[in-house]
């Protein structure tokens, strides 16, 4: 009988898996031919079908379930946030990124600290007057950081790289920042006893965010440069283009569970992994192993990011938490509509200060942020998505499943939170940029800022077009003025840091860790001789 019954769930096991993988393919199709529409993106498409596919099984099921699989926070950052992250280093325009590098920090961990200052206090103060449930003072700085986690997947495919260069790069690195930002502080917040809060214990949580933050980016450089060097001694793709492929993978995710083992941010470890790996690694192996890893590594990050949205969709549909909250529902409508409010607040709060304090640093009207632009990086960065669920999930319920109102009640805020913004803010948001920014208008700053230099355009070797001569570096260090205020102070040119930089990595690093027109030229090796030093 035992037996029987082992059976029977392995059986429905594999059936739930085949129609979740079924699902899959069907997002995938659907979203292909939605992919001209001006209003739809993947990540909808596949909310919709979860919700469709949620409630068809409570139909079947006569309400008592709306799941093919039960969710795991493990699965969540163990499996599929590691390749959606790493790809996104892999894949971003290491240039144009490092180029508004200071202002991806100011509104990736500045920004990300304001707003969960102004959701926790705000949550606080309000949650309390409506007594939604037992919640303590580390529940609401989770709150906080839970609604200050952006969806930089979301936002992947709402926005374009080629058409809106700036702002892709601002909202896509402030977005994978931010992420890391959020997981280091909910983190930091969980290791401490809130219950007497002092000045001393502020300092700790401070401290302790900074090593994190600091000690988790040098471990994913680390694994990045190590992963090079192996390669570039060895030479793998001599003898199996496979050892290669495989071994980069291994070292990606090791850089990921190695974060995860000593509780850094595995998010900000794997993703500079990921911009090390396109620096260096990428270009010591051959080119049947470059595009084998290019395709590899976006193939993995688009399977789980539909995998992800697909579920959400059908966790809406939990009859359980809704049962909790079903007592009171206008409590529950009432603490989404305040995270919403407290959200467009939140980030309003950082979003045009913090871009004033930008534009003083740059040179030319053409670098700097203008209102327009500053709207659209408000609105993009409202989208809350799949973080902000793992994060609820792992401070308010075990498996997924809880009993307790209060946490009941922020489940189901949080996942309502997560399908309006997605759906509604994820909608606006390419109309919103046709009718700020036009395309006719976007041609100036897309000659100035943009470049092709990721392996997304493969035919282009990664950081390869687009840098300094060294003659014009010169020319502009005779033609920076003498700085009389501190307006012109912070306006001067900076192009000697890239400058230097350039020198170091030219003179150290490439010749040690390789990269493009850096590696020896070895017959069959993955160099051309069009890239050979000069």
Partial sequence: MALLNILSTDYAGVVSINLFVTLLCACIIIGHLLEENRWMNESITAIAIGLCTGFVILLTTGGTSSHLLVFSEDLFFIYLLPPIIFNAGFQVKKKQFFRNFMTIMLFGAVGTLISFGIVSLGATQLFKKMDIGDLEIGDYLAIGTIFSATDSVCTLQVLNQDETPLLYSLVFGEGVVNDATSVVLFNAIQSFDLTHINSATALKLVGNFLYLFTISTVLGVFAGLLSAYIIRKLYFGRHSTDREVALMILMAYLSYMMAELFDLSAILTVFFCGIVMSHYTWHNVTENSRTTTKHTFATLSFISEIFIFLYVGMDALDIEKWKVVSTSPGKSVGVSSILLGLLLVGRAAFVFPLSFLSNLTKKTPGEKINLKQQVVIWWAGLIRGAVSVALAYKQFTRSGYTQLRGNAIMITSTITVVLFSTVVFGLM????????????????????????????????????????????????????????????????????????????????????????????FIPGSPTERSVRPW
């Fill in 429 to 520: 948001t390419k109309p919103l940029i046709r009718l700020l920014l036009p395309h006719s208008k976007l041609s100036r700053s897309i000659s100035i800022s943009s470049e092709p230099s990721s392996p997304k355009s493969f035919t282009i070797p990664l950081l390869g077009n687009g840098q300094d001569s060294e003659a014009d570096i010169a020319a502009g260090s005779r033609n920076v003025p003498r700085p009389t205020s501190l307006r012109m102070l912070l306006s001067t040119p900076s192009k000697s840091v890239h400058h230097y930089w350039r020198k170091f990595d030219d003179a150290f690093m490439r010749p040690m860790f390789g990269g493009r027109g850096f590696t020896p």
